[in-house]
């Protein structure tokens, strides 16, 4: 721990040029005795390390003096350092392994290319989150990981659309979808080097947050060979879009909510087709996925989005709004 500490008061001392006892004490979290115990070690072991009194005065690094890093130019040590960590760093507790690492990274930084960087941050926010974030609660991340990072099996309490089961996993990798997290595994009961039918078994995905209890075994996890996890997640979210239910439909679409159209969630945009005289109508095919919700996202529409066919469709979004009529009437 001391190392890490002696360390990191170099790195802050690179960074930010000077800074009292008591300041690098808060940063710390330890007393004052102790910083002045630390100065006293890194003197001892060469760092040229000083006191400079007066009202501006501190600890400093004698003028010069930085580490190696490593040959980056100007624009990737910028687009590395220009952006927070997204909420997935912290979902794996890796907050304070980041902050080192930024602090490590500015401190190798002649002090040109440290102004360039903080110029950036200053201007430049990247928020990741999303305007909707799930608010998914994964507890059991952290052990989820360990059996990912360890090879070993896990036992877990999973609850699906088929309720709530007991089962043994080999486990594979980790996947962050948005702001969901998934594990990639293999089922324990099946055998891991032919299916039956000479072919690997299918890995299956389960999400983190439906895990309600877990435990990591002292077997180790058996991986299919070949196995790459994001080729693996690249074919499972073709199949999973492929699978979907799709409910096809022709309308005319108003101009003013084409750009809303192509960004509304659950329809897809087939072809878009003729145009009116005017220039205020196309008509397009479309692919929503149940009836249901195809009638809903009409209505959303009003008076912009005007369903051709299916007959059934026009006739479910005529229901809904003499509902609505009736309610409000």
């Given at each position: 721990?001391?190392?890490?500490?002696?360390?990191?008061?170099?790195?802050?001392?690179?960074?930010?040029?000077?800074?009292?006892?008591?300041?690098?004490?808060?940063?710390?979290?330890v007393?004052?005795?102790?910083?002045?115990?630390?100065?006293?070690?890194?003197?001892?072991?060469?760092?040229?390390?000083?006191?400079?009194?007066?009202?501006?005065?501190?600890?400093?690094?004698?003028?010069?003096?930085r580490?190696?890093?490593?040959?980056?130019?100007?624009?990737?040590?910028?687009?590395?350092?220009?952006?927070?960590?997204?909420?997935?760093?912290?979902?794996?507790?890796?907050?304070?392994?980041?902050?080192?690492?930024?602090l490590?990274?500015?401190?190798?930084?002649?002090?040109?290319?440290?102004?360039?960087?903080?110029?950036?941050?200053?201007?430049?926010?990247?928020?990741?989150?999303?305007?909707?974030?799930?608010?998914?609660?994964?507890?059991?991340?952290?052990?989820v990981?360990?059996?990912?990072?360890?090879?070993?099996?896990?036992?877990?309490?999973?609850?699906?659309?088929?309720?709530?089961?007991?089962?043994?996993?080999?486990?594979?990798?980790?996947?962050?979808?948005?702001?969901?997290?998934?594990?990639?595994?293999?089922?324990?009961?099946?055998?891991?080097?032919?299916?039956?039918?000479?072919?690997?078994?299918?890995p299956?995905?389960?999400?983190?947050?439906?895990i309600?209890?877990?435990?990591?075994?002292?077997?180790p996890?058996?991986?299919?060979?070949?196995?790459?996890?994001?080729?693996?997640?690249?074919?499972?979210?073709?199949?999973?879009?492929?699978d979907?239910?799709?409910?096809?439909?022709?309308?005319?679409?108003?101009?003013?909510?084409?750009?809303?159209?192509?960004?509304?969630r659950?329809?897809?945009?087939?072809?878009?087709?003729?145009?009116?005289?005017?220039?205020?109508?196309?008509?397009?095919?479309?692919?929503?996925?149940?009836?249901?919700?195809?009638?809903?996202?009409?209505?959303?529409?009003?008076?912009?989005?005007?369903?051709?066919?299916?007959?059934?469709?026009?006739?479910?979004?005529?229901?809904?709004?003499?509902?609505?009529i009736?309610?409000?009437?």
């Amino acid at each position: 721990m001391r190392a890490d500490r002696l360390l990191k008061i170099m790195l802050l001392l690179h960074t930010q040029g000077c800074l009292t006892s008591n300041e690098l004490a808060v940063k710390l979290e330890v007393s004052v005795r102790t910083i002045f115990r630390d100065m006293e070690a890194l003197s001892a072991a060469g760092v040229p390390v000083y006191a400079e009194r007066g009202a501006h005065g501190g600890w400093k690094l004698t003028e010069g003096f930085r580490t190696d890093w490593a040959n980056l130019n100007k624009s990737e040590i910028v687009s590395l350092l220009a952006a927070k960590p997204h909420r997935h760093v912290s979902d794996l507790g890796w907050n304070s392994t980041f902050d080192a690492a930024l602090l490590k990274l500015l401190a190798s930084l002649t002090p040109t290319l440290r102004r360039d960087v903080e110029y950036t941050r200053e201007r430049l926010h990247v928020d990741g989150a999303g305007w909707h974030p799930s608010g998914e609660d994964v507890p059991l991340l952290p052990l989820v990981q360990e059996a990912v990072w360890e090879g070993r099996q896990l036992h877990m309490d999973y609850t699906s659309g088929r309720g709530s089961s007991y089962r043994t996993v080999h486990p594979l990798g980790l996947v962050v979808k948005g702001s969901l997290w998934y594990l990639v595994a293999v089922p324990a009961d099946t055998t891991l080097t032919s299916n039956g039918n000479g072919e690997e078994p299918e890995p299956r995905t389960y999400r983190v947050s439906r895990i309600r209890s877990a435990e990591l075994l002292p077997a180790p996890a058996e991986r299919p060979e070949g196995f790459e996890l994001a080729t693996y997640w690249e074919h499972s979210v073709s199949r999973f879009r492929a699978d979907l239910p799709q409910f096809p439909a022709r309308a005319r679409v108003h101009e003013d909510a084409r750009t809303r159209l192509e960004q509304t969630r659950y329809i897809r945009i087939i072809t878009w087709g003729e145009t009116s005289s005017d220039g205020n109508w196309q008509e397009a095919d479309l692919a929503f996925n149940t009836l249901e919700s195809a009638a809903d996202i009409v209505l959303g529409f009003g008076a912009q989005l005007h369903i051709l066919e299916p007959a059934e469709l026009r006739e479910a979004v005529v229901a809904r709004a003499q509902s609505i009529i009736t309610m409000y009437g």
